[in-house]
């Protein structure tokens, strides 16, 4: 009979603490709780992403002597024999190493556009034989 009393007991200890664990206000306060811990770990998040961020700069900065600890001298400009004009190659990977030289005569100015014919009859009247 004891041992039933202490079960009956027991349980309806857990039952009273189950509904005030379930009541609206301590569902709010639980909830405000958790939000109040996620924003706290945000704020810190930032605060390590700033700090980390300021401290690359900072090297990057060193590293590219743009804190003044560099003394660089500027370049002089160097002309190219063909007009001025100096050829930029792709760098590798890029989709521009795949496409052909150019090949520009040296008779045509740079300033004047280049037009491209778009059939094959056009390409030969540009060159100067007509059918």
């Known amino acids: 009979m004891t041992v039933g009393a202490?079960?009956?007991?027991?349980?309806m200890n857990k039952a009273n603490e189950a509904t005030r664990r379930l009541t609206p206000d301590s569902l709010s306060?639980?909830?405000?709780r958790g939000a109040l811990q996620v924003g706290d770990a945000a704020r810190r998040f930032a605060q390590e992403v700033k700090a980390g961020m300021a401290?690359?700069?900072?090297?990057?900065?060193?590293?590219?002597?743009?804190d003044g600890s560099a003394v660089v001298?500027?370049?002089?400009?160097?002309?190219?024999?063909d007009g001025g004009y100096r050829a930029i190659?792709?760098?590798?990977?890029?989709?521009?190493?795949?496409l052909p030289p150019s090949r520009r005569?040296?008779?045509?100015?740079?300033?004047?556009?280049?037009?491209?014919?778009?059939?094959?009859?056009?390409?030969?009247?540009?060159?100067?034989?007509?059918?």
């Open 29 to 32: 306060g639980t909830a405000a």
């Open 89 to 98: 190659s792709a760098a590798p990977g890029s989709p521009a190493v795949a």
């Open 105 to 131: 005569s040296t008779a045509t100015p740079p300033s004047t556009p280049q037009t491209t014919a778009s059939t094959p009859r056009q390409l030969e009247q540009r060159r100067g034989k007509h059918s």
């Open 6 to 11: 202490g079960a009956a007991v027991w349980a």
């Open 73 to 81: 001298e500027p370049r002089r400009r160097q002309v190219a024999r």
């Open 55 to 66: 401290e690359r700069e900072e090297q990057l900065r060193g590293d590219l002597g743009l």
